[in-house]
Each structure stands twice: as C-alpha cells, then as structure tokens.
C-alpha cells in the first residue's frame, strides 16, 4: 500500500498507526528519505506526517522543566537561550547534528525514533535524565530516555506508539556538556559523543560534586550510561586524580567497532578522553566558573588567533 | 612590468558565476529532448571473477524496455592506455563497479527494475588489492591475457649522475616511506552523457568531458564509427577537478545502448557510481632518500615509486611522469634516479585528478627537506632557498626554466606566517608551522603530438567580438580569462566579447583542458587571433579616418589618431564601413597556438612544457594530541602565476585548490574493504566544510613569462599541491612525529603520537674525507 496521511491530532495519529502497522511516521525526513532511497526503509511504506500536530510541536521552560515536544526541530532546540545556559550539552549536541539546512528540518523524535548508535540527542537527554511520553492505543507511558533505544535503529516503540514529548529537569548548581570526535569539523557524524553532567552542593572552585552522569554515543549499540560514578565522584570536586578514573570507567563502558570514523581502541581512548573534559567543563557550569558561551567541539581550550596574517 | 591594461589585471566576477549561482544554468542532466530514453548499467559486485554466463531475457521482456546491451551482443573493441580495458566486460570482471551489462527503458525506474533481471553467472577468482601483495610471486593474474610480469603494467626509469658518488658527497642523508590514499575528484555534478543518432546515422553526444577531440577518436576507434560522423557537445561542466579527463566504459555503452535502442539515451551516474565506476586519484608509494652535504646543497634524490593503479590504465597510469618531475627537478637536486612501478590491482583505477601525481610527489620531497633541515641544524626554509631553482637553470630532465619566482614565494610565505619567529617555538601549545613549495608544469604539457589550441574571433555588424575557442571551461575561469584577453588584445570593452568553445564542429582542435594549460595555450591562441582581428579593425578604421592603420590606436572601443582628438571612430562603425558596401567583407579571423616544446624522449628528458609555475606554502595547525584531531588554523600561499590575468579567478583557483588539499591531507578517502569502497558517498568521505577550510592568505606573485599571454602561466592546479606536505610538516613542528601517510585522520596520528614515528637520518652515512672533515 502506498500512501501519505497528515493527521491533526495525537489521537488520529495513534488510530492511523494502529490499524496500519506497516506505516511509518515521517516529521523532518531527514534520516527516512535517505533510508528509502538506499532501501534501508520500505519505499512503499504509507506515511504519516506528524508535523500537523500542534501538540507535538516546540520547545519551552516549566521553572526548571524543560519540555521538548517530539517535533521541536534541532534548530529550535539549539537556539533556545534557556536550552544554552540550563542543558548546555543539548545545545551543543545540537548545534553540531548536520548542517544549518537540515538542523531546520530534523526533529528531536526523529532523532531518537532512529535509534542510530551515534544519535546526537540520546547522549546529553540521558545525562540530564529525561523522560519520553510515548503514546499508543492503550493511553500514555513514560520511560527513561536512557531505555528508549533498544538497539541500532530499534526502539521500545509499540505497533501504533508515538514519541509525543521529552522532559528533563535543569536545576540550579547543575551543568552539562558535550563533546566529541569527528574526522571533520562540521557534518560529519561522530566517531565518539561524549555528554556530562553534574550537580554540585555550592558554586565556586571547591563545589563538591553531588551528583554526576556520563553517556556515550557511537562507542555501542546505542547510546550508553557509564556506571559507577557516583563512588568516583560525589563528595568533592573533580580533581585531575578522579577525572582519570572517569575515562578509566568510560573507557570501559565502550563497545565499539572499527569503521570509516575509527578505530575500535581508538574510539575507547576518545571516550575517556571527551569524558574527562566534559565532566571537568560540566562541573565548572555547575560550578559557576564556566565563562559563558558554548565549548569547543572537542573540549579543547579554542586556539588564540594567529599571530601570522588572517584576513 | 607593464601595468597599463584596460582589462588584464582587473579583478572580473567570473562572466558564467550569475546564472550559476541563481540556478539558471543547463547542465547536461537538466537537458529534454523528443524521445530521451534513460540508461542504467549492471555493475560487477566482485573484484575479481570469471563470467560464466549472462542471460538477458527477462529484462528484455519488460515492458518499456528498448534496449539491452551486453558483451555477446555488441560489437567493441578494447580501449583505455595499451587498450587493456572493455567497455562491456566479455570474459573477466577486474574491479567492483565493472560494466557487465547496460539497459535503455521509458524512464530510470524501469531501467532499474530491467537490470535487476538480467542475471550474470560468476567465477570468483582471487582477489588482490594491495599492489605489494600484487607485486609477489603468486599474487592472482589481474591481466592474464597481456604478457607482464607481477601485474606491473608500467615502468618508469630515471637516472642521471652517479649516485654512489652523490652518496659519499653527503653529509647527511634522509630517508623514508610515504603514502597517500584513494581518492576521488568528487564534482558536484557526477558524470552524465546522452547519446543518439541522427536519422542519417550521424552520432551526437553530449558530454561534460574536456578532451573532446580525444573522447571523439576513441568513441569511434572502439565503436567501429566513422569519426567524421561524430560530434561531441559539451554543456557547462558542474565540477570535473580532472575526474572528466579520461573517457569511461559508460561513454562507449551510452552509444551502443542509443544504436541498439534507434533512440537518445542518457546514462547519469550516481553518487555511489561516481565513486565507485569513475576514476579515483591513485594511491602512489614512495621510498625516498635525499642526501645534502653539510652546507645544504642537495647532493642526490632517490625514489622508489609503486603506485597502486587499480584494474586497469586510464590516464593516471601516467601520474608517475609528474611525480618524476618533481622527484628530479624540485631544487636544484642534480644527481636523481627514480623507479616507479605502475602495479594491477582489483580496485577501481586512477584518472586524471588536478596535481595528477604532484601533491603525493611532493608529500615525499617537501616533508624529506625539513627533515634534512632538521638533521643538518639548518632552518629549512634557508635549505630551501639555497637550492631553490632559478631562471636559466636546465634540470636534469631538460626542463628549461624560464621565468622563476620560487624564491620570491619562499620569502613571500616566510615573512606573512612570522617564520622565524614562531616555527619550532609553539609545541608547549601543540601548534606548528610547516613549509612546501612546488614545480609544475605552467606552459602547456606535450603529450601528445601537438599541445595546441585553436582560435577563431569574428565581429559582427553589432559589435559584438564572438571568441570560439578550442579550450573548455570546467568552473576554472578561463571563459573569462579567455574573454578579457580578447578584450585587451583588440582594445574593446569587455562586455562585448562572448567566448563558445561547446561543439566540435565548430570549435578548432584542442588537446583539451588538463595540465593547467588553458590561460597559456588557449589564451595565446586567442590573443593571436585577436591580434589579426585588431589589425583589420585598424585598417578598416584607416579608410574612414584617413590616416594610415599603423598611426591608428583602439583602447574601450574607440579608435583614435594620437594627438587629433576629433579623429576618433566607434569601433563598431568601422565594422559596418566595411559589411554595409558593395563588395562588403566581414572581420573574421583565426590563429592557432602550439608552444614551443618537447615530447619528453624514452629516456624521460626533453622540455615538455614552455614555462613552469612555482609556488610555497606555510601551514599552521593545532594538535589535540589525545584526540588526534588536527585543526589547520592558517594557510600562507605565494604563487608564481607569471601575470595574472584575472586576480580575482587566480585567488580563486589558489584558495579551491588549497581547501582541496586540505581535504586530501587531513581527511579524504576512499578506504577498501574485501575489495569495495564499504563508503561510496559525500558524508563518509570527508571532503572539507567551510568549517574545515583555514582562513587563507593568497599572494600573486608576477614574473612576466616571455612566452604567456601578457606574461601568464598556468595556475589551475598550484593550490591543491602542497597542504598535504606543509600540513605534515605543520604537524611534525606541533608534536615531533612525522605523518608518514595521508589523510592525517584521528585516530592514526595518535598511534603515530604513541609510537613516536620519527625521521631516519644518517649522519656521516660515509666515512668522510678528511679535507671534507673540518
């Protein structure tokens, strides 16, 4: 069966979905047109274009609640101000997904509807703990963001479920970031995706470390949590001494392969690496003692301009 | 240096750049035509295998299916350098991406759907794609049907001078093992033709190829046609970077699939059959030791050269000859030997690519003179400069340089990137810089029996100075250089002039557009047929103002009398005067253009080119040394353009080729797995971004060729020859390992990081003479 259905609301979408199980859900297109050009997707499959469904759309603040509807584009995301200073490694998850051109077209739940190993948003939406609202036939559940991906390109999504919306909180002394590795430095996928976060129990260069989550992309099947950081971590502030057994523990949580954008053992150094850094410059949002701003892609301390000529 | 030109040296937007830009141009995909049918062609999925069988009926059974073409049902003969490739393969498939069969259809999806019928029979045969297995005893036969031994298909020699000799002269002697990857010129438009028959069987194809005169002989040599009755169109051309050189197997099968179909047929490649069924830059290996005695003066190169050539010769095979230069006759170096192997592999083989053999030569050469450098406590840009060739200098294969301004680059690139004092000084901050300079040819490349050119310029009654050249533009400028010398050279406004060069019926013979030869070649042909179109303007201007022509002067369109300012005349009056009379005549004139040059003899010497260019490099990186990621923060670029005609379009094809090599040195590459590309596409690829490109300083160096149109030479491929070698060095000054292979991705250069990968030098490799010793 061929066919195109743009719904108006969640309800109709959930119906269509229900008694179609070979239809797809389409939003930006940006990874679903490509897949059924090269025959990874069925280019027969009827699709449904949620992009109609005011409920599903934008980005906005609750206090320290961040609401992500599932067709909040990656652009809207990466934008928002309160996104850049309050779950800074999304905006910068964000901004480095694609180009300008398909960063307006992509989404958020397609993102994570892709389930690919090395999705920008998986990494910094598990460090910051969200939540995704998952609708179906049977009413609405809610599941871990960290539990949505179940395998390269498959989901816990049901026959008739949709992602409607991800929520996370962004209290006050914490701080995120993320960070990662590519063989250029702009459209390219990463070859390691590294997001952090930390609360702290003050501001200033002292602030213990309360609480702390790493994830890596790219380095699994699908995004993963480093375990066991709270014995490494919470209690003081990261020294050079604790952020080794960070990438230690990074390290070890990857399950890598080798391909265009890396070597296996290369990609486990990386992770611990990028971990490092970024919980290092988490802590120092948390901290308060973050200048402001977005970091480099790779967590390295921008180069001052050269000294030689530059028009 | 004259500098009273009304158009050369004037910086010109280029004249196609309008409707490119705004998306009015037709490219040779956009074109409709009555009855176009769509092509698609059955590609081998195996490196290496024996055809068994192939039955096409079912796809002939398809509804909407006009034609389908195979080796037992064609008539072909082999074609490509020493003829050992086929348009159909008949016997043996030798690379993935081989042509086994071909389909015309109603549209592409039927096409499709047909091929995906036709059903191929294999034999696997052992598969070999590393050409140093290729080369040992035992490796799988790639050409069993051609007498060679170890799948070299080609070898290249080189000697002069002693080297045991230039050996015991040296003090210190460097050596090392440098490689670089496969990759692809990777246009914006991929490779599309249309062929069709006339009803008197006259074959018209239209193709973005740029040797049009050559692609026309070996379609018809192959095809058994009558090359009278061939006419080659070539539409505006979306991107070639020398991928469009060579013709391809899908040239020959568009036209057996328009015969066999009675009907136009158009094959358009995709990007994964860009990749992977059009020519690659090949990967070329070097062994390399450079000798210098104890004040610098280079005392001897030696090369050992494989390139990795892939299934079969197009013309890359000769990528080697441009490597030679540059192995023999980059400095003044004296005492050379080269001995390259050009070696079968199962892979999709290497074309033309701009640089062709130079960027990975000088790679090799430019990294092993800062090692010298460093070995001798000598700063290498001082080794450089002391053995920089000069004017006057013959090099050891007989290229006579005429105008020279390596050193002037040198300098230029020194003092902009602050040199002396920064290099060597940033590592505590993981920054270097680095240096290459380059030598290529500027003024034409013989061959071929004639490099020349043809020209032919025509004005008419409004005015308007139409040039037909035998030249194309590919995106590189010369419509517009081509223009403006017109412009110059007649003394007419810009604006007036209008440059065709799209049909071989009417467009003079031309080698083609390769060799950064166009500015050179093309642009004297037209200059001298506009010389001739000036002198009848003159004289038909000498009738109405009554004064003899050789008093006469044209600047802007308007002819004058020195001194008498009321005598002036329009040029365009002039014109009419002489077409609106009894017994009227037209200004039309022609000239064609052959420098003054040598084919190159079988012992490689003779001046192959009229002039050569030069140019340097400084480059400065950032190393994250635990990531490996390298971050090309600047990029100095002095180039000896000889003159530039257009500053804006040399700027241009500088700063394009420069972020192309960026891209080569940091991240292009077609890696291969079990013979396949596993990665045929833009994204996994890795050219360069705007994000990746460094800010870049270009400056124009003008020496005033004697035998370039005002004074040019050649710049077309300058830009894309050094970054991989200044970068490497750039990365050696960052963090003392030396990238001994491109591109310079992550995850190597930390192993290189760990493992310290270093120079190897000998010191005093002799015993030293004692008059020597002190």
């Known amino acids: 069966m061929n066919g195109y259905y743009r719904p108006g609301s969640v309800r109709e979408a959930v119906a269509f979905l229900a008694g179609n199980p070979e239809a797809v859900v389409i939003a930006g297109g940006t990874d679903l047109v490509i897949d059924r050009r090269l025959g990874r997707a069925d280019p027969q499959a009827p699709l449904v274009d949620v992009t109609g469904i005011d409920e599903l759309r934008g980005v906005r603040w609750d206090g320290d609640e961040l609401h992500l509807g599932a067709t909040a584009t990656v652009r809207e995301i990466e934008s928002d101000p309160a996104v850049i200073v309050r779950a800074s490694a999304l905006a910068e998850a964000a901004r480095v997904l694609g180009s300008v051109q398909i960063r307006n077209m992509a989404t958020l739940g397609g993102n994570l509807c892709t389930a690919s190993p090395a999705a920008e948003l998986a990494p910094p939406l598990m460090v910051h703990d969200a939540v995704a609202a998952i609708q179906g036939p049977n009413g609405e559940r809610r599941q871990a ?3 949505f991906a179940t395998g390269p390109r498959t989901t816990i999504l049901g026959t008739g479920e949709i992602l409607t919306n991800v929520r996370l909180r962004a ?9 990662r590795q590519t063989v250029r430095w702009a459209m390219d996928l990463a070859g390691v995706g590294v997001a952090a976060w930390v609360l702290t129990d003050r501001t200033g260069r002292e602030a213990a470390v309360q609480e702390a989550r790493v994830a890596l992309g790219a380095v699994a099947p699908t995004a993963v949590l480093v375990p066991g950081l709270e014995s490494l971590l919470a209690g003081a502030p990261p020294t050079t001494e604790r952020l080794g057994a960070v990438s230690a523990a990074a390290s070890a949580a990857c399950e890598p392969i080798s391909d265009t954008r890396g070597t296996a053992e290369h990609r ?15 802590h120092a949002r948390a901290a308060g003692l973050w200048p402001g701003g977005l970091a480099p892609v790779n967590g390295r301390a921008p180069a001052a301009a050269s000294s030689g000529a530059r028009a | 240096m004259r500098s009273d030109y009304a158009v050369v040296g004037k910086r010109i937007p280029k004249l196609d750049a309008p409707d490119k830009v705004t998306g009015r141009t037709t490219y040779a995909d956009d074109l409709k035509m009555s009855g176009l049918l769509a092509g698609a062609i059955k590609r081998s999925p195996y490196p290496h295998a024996r055809i068994l069988s192939v039955d096409a009926s079912a796809a002939e059974a398809v509804p909407g299916v006009y034609a389908v073409v195979h080796a037992g049902n064609v008539t072909q003969r082999p074609f490509g350098y020493g003829h050992d490739n086929i348009p159909l393969k008949d016997r043996v498939v030798r690379c993935v991406g081989d042509e086994v069969a071909a389909v015309a259809a109603v549209d592409a999806a039927t096409a499709q759907s047909a091929l995906d019928l036709i059903s191929v029979e294999y034999e696997l045969l052992p598969a070999v794609d590393d050409p140093f297995e290729a080369l040992q005893p035992g490796a799988p036969r790639i050409h069993d049907e051609l007498d060679i031994e170890g799948n070299v298909s080609m070898e290249w020699n080189f000697q002069t001078g002693d080297l045991a000799e230039a050996e ?4 210190v002697i460097v050596s090392g093992s440098y490689s670089s990857p496969q990759a692809a010129p990777a246009p914006i438009e991929t490779h599309v033709v249309i062929a069709g028959f006339d009803a008197d069987g006259h074959l018209e194809v239209i193709s973005p190829v740029h040797m049009v005169f050559m692609y026309r002989k070996e379609l018809a040599d192959c095809l058994g046609l009558d090359w009278r009755r061939v006419t080659v169109r070539q539409p505006p051309v979306g991107g070639s970077f020398g991928g469009k050189i060579d013709i391809d197997a899908h040239d020959f099968i568009a036209v057996m699939l328009a015969r066999a179909a009675g009907r136009p047929v158009k094959l358009a490649m995709s990007r994964e059959e860009e990749f992977t069924g059009t020519r690659t830059r090949q990967p070329i290996h070097f062994r390399l030791r450079t000798g210098a005695a104890a004040d610098g003066t280079l005392q001897f190169r030696h090369a050992e050269v494989v390139s990795d050539n892939g299934a079969y010769n197009a013309w890359g095979s000769h990528a080697l000859l441009v490597a030679m230069n540059t192995v023999t006759s980059m400095y003044r170096v004296g005492t050379s030997r080269l001995a390259a192997k050009v070696v079968y592999t199962n892979k999709n083989y290497g074309g033309s690519v701009r640089g062709f053999g130079n960027p990975q030569a000088t790679f090799a050469v430019e990294q092993q003179m800062e090692e010298l450098a460093d070995a001798l406590g000598m700063d290498p840009m001082d080794l450089r400069l002391k053995n920089a060739n000069r004017p006057g200098d013959v090099t050891p294969q007989g290229l006579e340089i005429t105008s020279c301004g390596l050193s002037e680059c040198l300098e230029t690139v020194r003092r902009k990137s602050g040199w002396d004092q920064r290099r060597g000084r940033m590592r505590s901050q993981h920054r270097g810089l680095g240096a290459a300079a380059y030598v290529h040819v500027g003024g034409g490349a013989r061959i071929y029996g004639s490099d020349g050119c043809g020209a032919m310029i025509k004005i008419d009654d409004s005015g308007r100075v139409a040039l037909i050249s035998g030249s194309s533009e590919l995106g590189q400028g010369s419509e517009t250089a081509l223009a403006m010398i017109v412009a110059e050279t007649l003394g007419v406004p810009l604006e007036a002039v209008s440059v065709s060069h799209d049909d071989t019926d009417v467009k003079p013979w031309d080698v083609g557009v390769h060799a950064s030869r166009t500015t050179f070649v093309a642009g004297n042909a037209a200059r001298m047929a506009a010389a001739k179109a000036r002198d009848e303007l003159l004289e038909a201007a000498a009738e109405v103002l009554d004064r003899p022509a050789r008093s006469l002067t044209i600047r802007d369109g308007v002819i004058s009398v020195p001194g008498e300012p009321t005598a002036t005349l329009r040029y365009e009056k002039a014109v009419r005067r002489r077409l609106l009379r009894e017994g009227s005549s037209i200004i039309m004139t022609s000239a064609f253009y052959d420098p003054p040059t040598q084919r190159q003899d079988e012992n490689h010497i003779g001046n192959i080119s009229a002039s050569y260019g030069f140019g340097a490099h400084v480059a400065e990186v950032e190393v994250d040394p635990d990531t490996g990621m390298v971050r090309v923060l600047g990029l100095w670029a002095a180039h000896d353009v000889g003159r530039a005609i257009n500053p804006m379009s040399c700027e241009g094809q500088i700063e394009g080729g420069a972020v192309m090599g960026v891209g080569l040195a940091l991240s292009e590459e077609l890696p291969v797995e079990d013979g396949r590309f596993p990665a045929p596409n833009l994204h996994d690829y890795g050219m360069p971004t705007a994000m990746d490109a460094p800010p870049i300083d270009v400056t124009l160096i003008e020496t005033a060729d004697e035998l370039g149109p005002f004074g040019a030479k050649g710049i077309g491929e300058g ?25 310079i991705r992550p995850w190597r250069l930390r192993r290189w990081i760990e493992t310290g990968e270093r120079s ?9 003479p004692d008059e020597n010793a002190r």
């Open chain 1, 145 to 147: 963001v960290a539990d």
């Open chain 1, 171 to 179: 209290p006050a002394l914490s701080g995120s970031c993320y960070l």
């Open chain 1, 268 to 282: 486990r150094h990386v992770a611990g690496v990028l971990a490092a850094r970024a919980l290092s410059i988490a």
């Open chain 2, 168 to 171: 015991r002269r040296s003090a």
């Open chain 2, 719 to 743: 830009g894309i020859i050094l970054p991989p070698a200044a970068i490497a060095n750039a990365v050696a000054d960052a963090v003392g390992v030396r990238p001994r292979s491109y591109p």
């Open chain 2, 760 to 768: 190897h030098v000998d010191k005093h490799p002799h015993p030293v």
